[in-house]
């Protein structure tokens, strides 16, 4: 196993994995111990490892460039945001690295909307955000993040933004003021405990902002890119953002962030009023792209007949284990599973089956598999977990 104390800082508490490989589904550690991937790098591989029109598409624009610079115009960037566009909300696309800064551009086409709406006397500049959100680890996007655990020891963070309770649409209402300028949600919570939103209140919130003039602003960044058997979680409740800020699977597995604005929003950036170096770089874009158009319906529809049976047997569980399950929930491939107790032991134990899942909010146990998994992938996670469970 590599040691890595001495040189990285100690952010991440690590699993002794340390990889040499991953193709599809699978990754293969350098002792050659194969894992079956339920967490897709945190919802970005979600095409499973190394697809290869993903990687032809990388190795033709390796074969030209690298990097130049956004002062120039780039083809595929033109192709990309089209078809984003087209799959989402009419509008403009900004192309940054991460989620974060997908959000932090976000935060600040709110507010200067909210400064050009509110003209000289008002200072339209607050967000409402939501408890148990997660919206990044910049100062701007910590602030966001409602989590006392991620915030702790960063203090003062960045003011303006105002809290309010996840489905509780009252509580929304409450929040808002003459200084609103928006409201940030994730359509289905994923840091947070994989919580979906109720139809009632995501409509809910496109009314307030309908009526408020303020702008609506979803969070798609792990429930985006066809993971809960939509392209966008947003469309499965017949509603659409004014901005949507996307990450991780929209770059096929390489660092790209993208934050769709609708034309009256996104025309409120002028010329420097935003940029990145990095953003939008064309090997990440080019692998965003091929990624972008295997999204096909076929795959959708897969998603969400393996999300259906997927939930079906962890819910085969939920009634073997009343004591220890309390409830298992999700959209699509974007599963989550409530234990009575922690789940960090479980995590290891799948590990040692040789099972990649992941633990959020100590207690849920979080399913992110590849969009490519089938039946028989389910059954052996299924399978296992009630071994681990009845032990
Ligand atoms: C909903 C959501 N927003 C934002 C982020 C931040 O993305 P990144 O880590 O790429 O900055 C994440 C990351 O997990 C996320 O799940």
């Given at each position: 196993m590599v040691s890595e104390k001495k040189f990285i800082m100690g952010t991440y508490k690590r699993y002794p994995l340390s990889v040499n490989r991953a193709k599809g589904k699978y990754i293969w550690s350098e002792e050659g111990k194969r894992y079956l991937d339920f967490f897709s790098g945190l919802s970005v591989n979600n095409l499973g490892h190394c697809h290869p029109r993903i990687l032809k598409a990388v190795k033709e624009q390796l074969a030209k460039h690298l990097h130049i610079s956004n002062l120039y115009y780039d083809r595929l960037q033109v192709e990309l945001a089209e078809k984003l566009v087209k799959s989402s909300i009419p509008g403009k696309v900004f192309f940054s690295n991460s989620g974060a800064e997908a959000n932090e551009c976000a935060i600040k086409l709110a507010r200067k909307y909210g400064h050009l709406q509110g003209g000289k006397k008002e200072n339209r500049h607050k967000i409402i955000v939501f408890e148990n959100s997660f919206h990044g680890r910049t100062l701007a996007t910590l602030s966001a993040t409602r989590q006392k655990k991620f915030q702790?020891?960063?203090?003062p963070l960045l003011s303006g933004f105002k809290q309010a309770k996840f489905n509780e649409l009252s509580t929304v209402k409450r929040a808002i003021d003459n200084n609103t300028c928006a409201i940030m949600v994730e359509p289905v919570q994923g840091e947070g405990g994989v919580r979906v939103a109720s139809g009632s209140f995501l409509r809910g919130l496109r009314g307030l902002c309908n009526k408020s003039k303020l702008l609506l602003i979803f969070d798609e960044i792990q429930s985006g890119m066809g993971r809960t058997g939509k392209m966008f979680a947003y469309q499965h409740y017949g509603i659409k953002p004014d901005i949507l800020t996307l990450a991780k699977g929209v770059g096929g597995g390489l660092p790209l962030g993208a934050t769709i604005a609708k034309d009256r929003i996104a025309r409120?950036?002028?010329?420097?009023n935003h940029g990145s170096t990095f953003g939008g770089n064309p090997v990440s874009v080019a692998a965003g792209l091929a990624a972008v158009k295997l999204l096909n319906v076929e795959l959708l529809n897969q998603v969400k007949i393996m999300g259906s049976y997927f939930m079906k047997r962890l819910n085969g569980l939920k009634s073997k284990y009343p004591k220890r399950i309390k409830q298992v929930r999700g959209l699509g491939l974007m599963v989550g599973m409530e234990l009575k107790g922690e789940g960090e032991e479980i995590v290891k134990k799948c590990f040692e089956q040789g099972i990649l899942i992941n633990c959020t909010q100590k207690r849920v146990l979080r399913f992110l598999p590849p969009l490519i998994i089938d039946n028989s992938d389910i059954d052996k996670l299924v399978n296992t977990l009630d071994k681990i469970l009845g032990s």
């Open positions: 702790k020891g960063f203090t409120l950036f002028a010329y420097g």
